[in-house]
């Protein structure tokens, strides 16, 4: 898989309207707005002409790319068992973080996770922000997937990355992260992910690690 942690969302997306197919159009930007920048993201519009002549302005938020790890310690698991076999004998465990997410004031339990600095590729952002947030040192880490994120308004893409050789160090929390780090079985980590408030990140780590053979 290529790694593009820098790179915006690419891709030619397809589908058909009312006015001819979507795909076979340029649709040309007449014009690109910047209209504020927080310093954590940019936002703005492109007054794009669409397929069937008319204009319309498409908002949109940039953000740096995020990567999402995938932590698994402990014995077992799937990799290699017989068919029919059971998974009885998995005695590993998901790492979570715990922490209070302002934007919908709710506790959220997550996988850890963090944004790609410049330089980094997913896999090595995701062993850094492993140890800053858990405190734990992968062995290995690699990518199982990278892709753009809600596509209608957003500019951002994101890593999922699983990491295991789990070793402990000191954590390097920044000054806003107030965060518990506990860990569940594979099986409750499965469960408990799809309990409210679910994460979006998350349930797509577990889901796409267990479609791996990972989990």
Request: net charge negative.
């Amino acid at each position: 898989m290529n790694e593009q942690p820098d790179g915006g969302a690419s891709g030619n997306r397809t589908g058909r309207g009312p006015d001819g197919d979507p795909a076979d159009h340029d649709w040309p930007v007449i014009e690109s707005v910047v209209e504020y920048e927080t310093g954590w993201y940019t936002g703005g519009y492109d007054l794009v002409r669409q397929p069937n002549g008319t204009e319309k302005r498409y908002y949109w938020a940039e953000l740096p790319p995020a990567v999402v790890v995938v932590a698994v310690m402990g014995e077992g698991g799937s990799r290699g068992r017989g068919e029919g076999e059971s998974e009885g004998g998995d005695e590993r465990e998901v790492v979570f973080v715990e922490q209070y997410r302002p934007a919908i004031g709710e506790v959220c339990l997550e996988l850890p996770a963090g944004i790609v600095e410049d330089g980094e590729s997913y896999t090595t952002a995701g062993a850094r922000e492993l140890r800053e947030e858990t405190g734990f040192d992968p062995s290995s880490a690699s990518l199982l997937e990278d892709f753009a994120v809600a596509t209608g308004v957003l500019r951002h893409d994101r890593g999922i990355v699983f990491a295991e050789g789990l070793e402990p160090v000191e954590r390097d929390l920044d000054d806003n992260e107030f965060i518990t780090v506990r860990s569940l079985s594979v099986k409750e980590a499965l469960t408990t992910a799809r309990e409210p408030p679910a994460n979006d990140a998350t349930i797509e780590g577990l889901l796409l690690a267990r479609e791996a053979g990972l989990l």
